[in-house]
């Protein structure tokens, strides 16, 4: 009854029912598993909690990947956001901070939630814990729009694709700024509608983005795109919120997103041939981390 | 199309920095464990294709020494499994293959019980945490932890799958998939069957009560 494979069905599903995104997403969950609504909320508020601690240990940690190629940057842009020195408004420099956060704690073996993916695992807490924090929003507040970003998600898994290995980094950081964008909406209380354009706005501009983690490792440049997924939530919450149409509709720009994945050279969808990952640098840090590594170091 | 559960999104909880390198390599070790069935002296990873090339950056080779510990891909234990591992006086190596293998991140785990007895699992990280159990002492097999799952070790004679089923109904459990490999008519096989409720203790030692049963173990779901 409420099952949805795409935008438009889970629209209808908002008005057929006059429930918001994250209700429907909740009670189609309920009907596929049998389990108790309250289970699987309190499941999803546990999600909401090991971000929370992941946030708070990457801006206050000094943290090391295993690679030791990343960390504690995170920790520079919030002292600097602490100083009131960045140009972005406080708002962007944490969301930002709290992405790459989230990130840096990733890459040293700590705990995430795989928000879709370990890789973009940044963009949606970083968005939107930031967010509700300014706007005064409540844990259950928070817990919702994370069901409306996974019925983003769930709509781009069936019809597109969540990995970088199949779409490139516009299928995972692209995907969890559009789940992201859709989550603000519906926190800010605007219409599933808004919701859908936030996340079409948010897929179009990250439309085509390639994959090519120096040597193929979760870290660069994959830790700043989350910072910058998480900042282009936002911005296209705004569009959405304030009324903009993104013209092409969300199940279409989905469709648009699988075939650029398709399209995309194979050395530029994670395998690490292409892209930063080929260049000098990029070869030379390779060398060294797995040489680094072989003498255990 | 495949369906999705919410928590296949926006999931799941796991110690970084990669779902498929490092919680599918913690999953597979912690399966084989269960599959060994006692304690364990020593285990030698056999690394292919993605995981021999990149375990180290991913933590891969942590991971699996934590899933043979029993640890789930989200304990935050994870990242120190070398030490305790040492502290457990548990023995574990890794050699890298180049061999072909079913999937570009295989792991062939070979584990040394304390009673001296040695078993050959070998199974696949498939993606966002997902594995496939591919190989069980060298009789080829295929199942992937997502269900209650009970495995035999058994001969290959007439009459043992139907008292194994039987006991299935005496306890009413529904089997959801069931699937019998075997080496070769009349020699050791492997029962694996799999279901979406809980396999009591009691259904499990009356199934190894069984003549011609050589033994059974239950992997819950994870």
Not at chain 1, 156 to 166: F, R
Not at chain 2, 27 to 52: G, M, N, P
Not at chain 2, 182 to 195: N, P, T
């Amino acid at each position: 009854m409420y099952q949805f494979n795409h935008g438009y069905e889970l629209l209808e599903l908002t008005k057929k029912f006059n429930l918001p995104i994250s209700q429907i997403v909740v009670l189609a969950e309920q009907e596929k598993t049998g389990e108790g609504l309250d289970t699987i909320f309190q499941k999803m508020r546990n999600n909401l909690k090991v971000m929370k601690e992941a946030i708070n240990k990457g801006l206050n940690e000094d943290l090391k990947s295993v690679s030791g190629l990343s960390g504690g940057d995170a920790k520079k842009l919030y002292e600097r956001i602490i100083i009131g020195n960045t140009l972005s408004c406080e708002t962007m420099a944490k969301a930002a901070a709290s992405a790459l956060a989230v990130t840096e704690v990733n890459a040293s073996m700590g705990k995430i939630v795989a928000a879709p993916t370990a890789g973009s695992s940044g963009v949606i807490p970083g968005a939107l814990i930031t967010v509700a924090r300014k706007f005064g929003k409540s844990d259950d507040d928070m817990t919702r729009a994370l069901f409306t970003a996974t019925g983003i998600g769930i709509i781009i898994a069936k019809n597109a694709t969540l990995s970088g290995a199949e779409g490139g980094c516009q299928a995972e950081v692209g995907s969890a700024s559009a789940m992201a964008a859709a989550a603000l909406v519906e926190l800010m209380g605007g219409t599933p509608e808004q919701c859908l354009t936030a996340a079409s706005f948010a897929i179009m501009n990250l439309l085509g983005l390639v994959c090519d983690p120096v040597a193929g490792l979760v870290e660069i440049p994959c830790e700043k795109r989350n910072a910058l997924g998480a900042l282009n939530a936002m911005i296209c919450a705004d569009f959405a919120i304030a009324g903009m149409d993104s013209v092409i509709p969300f199940d279409e720009v989905v469709e648009a997103l699988y075939k650029v994945g398709k399209a995309i050279p194979y050395a530029l969808r994670e395998t690490a041939e292409g892209g930063l990952a080929k260049t000098p640098t990029g070869i030379r840090l390779k060398k060294e981390i797995f040489e680094k590594v072989e003498r255990g170091d | 199309m495949r369906e999705y559960s919410v928590f296949d999104i926006m999931g799941p909880v796991m110690i970084g920095p990669s779902s498929s390198h490092t919680a599918g390599a913690a999953r597979l070790a912690k399966i084989a464990r269960k599959i060994v069935d006692e304690d364990i002296s020593e285990v030698e990873f056999v690394l292919y294709e993605s995981f021999a090339r990149t375990y180290r950056g991913h933590g891969t080779d942590k991971a699996l020494v934590a899933g043979i510990l029993g640890f789930d891909p989200d304990d935050e234990k994870l990242p120190h499994s070398f030490e305790i591992a040492r502290q457990q006086g548990i023995k574990f190596k890794f050699t890298e293959s180049d061999e072909e293998s079913p999937h570009p991140n295989t792991v062939k785990m070979i584990i040394t019980g304390k009673s001296g007895h040695k078993n050959s699992i070998l199974g696949c990280s498939i993606g966002g945490g997902n594995v496939l159990l591919k190989e069980i002492n060298g009789i080829e097999v295929e199942f992937t932890g997502e269900y209650e799952t009970l495995i035999t070790n058994h001969i290959d004679r007439p009459g043992i799958v139907a008292n194994v089923t039987k006991i299935f109904a005496d306890y009413k459990i529904n089997i959801a998939f069931m699937r019998v490999y075997r080496h070769s008519k009349g020699d050791k096989a492997i029962m694996v069957i799999e279901s979406d409720q809980k396999i009591p203790d009691a259904a499990k030692e009356t199934i190894k009560n069984i003549d011609g049963i050589l033994n059974a173990i239950i992997i819950n779901p994870m």
